[in-house]
């Protein structure tokens, strides 16, 4: 089942939250935002590991930009976070929505930007156009126990745990246990 037309839509929506300005992800924004995303740091929590490159990035944005996955059962929606001010960018939110309208977020600030709120705003402005659209049955995200800036964040959201998962994943030599959360969605 293919994610709603309005899904797809809202993928190549550009979205503002203050200062920030959200823009569709694309294959050109590999460059500007490489050494952001290339922190081994932002990795810590997750099983990903930082681009080798810039050309293996601009590859992967180049899959991303489909804004659906290869089977067609999955929305793809990713915003570059550019700070308005002085151009420059400070992270990406993510959301994957499924074929029955269940979205998860996910999200990078990157470390020169932390602690400033700009995730809490970037990712509450993706959360704010996921919740108006009513193909979308849920919100939801899945958090490290460990990364407490972030649990601080969807909570501060308004989201609930809702659960945790012990040994959701092994990574970087270490099991990983993670918290699930839901955003109560108020229609």
Same mark, same amino acid.
């Given at each position: 089942m293919t994610p709603a037309p309005a899904i797809a839509a809202l993928a190549e929506t550009p979205l503002a939250a203050g200062e920030l300005r959200l823009e569709p992800l694309r294959p050109g924004h590999a460059e500007p935002l490489f050494d952001g995303l290339a922190d081994p740091a932002l990795y810590r929590f997750i099983p990903q590991q930082p681009p080798a490159d810039a050309a293996a990035l601009r590859a992967r944005f180049e899959r991303l930009a489909a804004r659906r996955s290869p089977a067609g059962d999955q929305a793809w929606l990713n915003w570059a976070v550019r700070v308005a001010a002085d151009g420059t960018y400070a992270g990406l939110v993510e959301a994957t929505v499924g074929s029955g309208g269940a979205a998860d977020i996910a999200y990078f600030v990157f470390?020169?930007?932390?602690?400033?709120?700009?995730?809490?705003? +970037?990712?509450?402005?993706? !959360? /704010? %156009? &996921?919740?108006? *659209?009513?193909?979308?049955?849920?919100?939801? =995200?899945?958090?490290?126990?460990?990364?407490? +800036?972030?649990?601080?964040? !969807? /909570? %501060? &959201?308004?989201? *609930?745990?809702?659960?945790?998962?012990?040994? =959701?994943?092994?990574?970087?030599?270490?099991?990983?246990?993670?918290?699930?959360?839901?955003?109560?969605?108020?229609?």
């Open positions: 470390r020169g930007r932390q602690g400033r709120g700009i995730g809490r705003r +970037a990712v509450g402005a993706v !959360v /704010e %156009a &996921l919740a108006a *659209e009513p193909a979308i049955t849920a919100i939801g =995200a899945s958090i490290d126990t460990r990364n407490a +800036a972030s649990v601080t964040l !969807v /909570e %501060a &959201l308004g989201f *609930e745990r809702t659960g945790l998962v012990r040994d =959701a994943d092994h990574f970087k030599g270490g099991s990983s246990d993670e918290y699930r959360y839901q955003l109560p969605l108020r229609r």
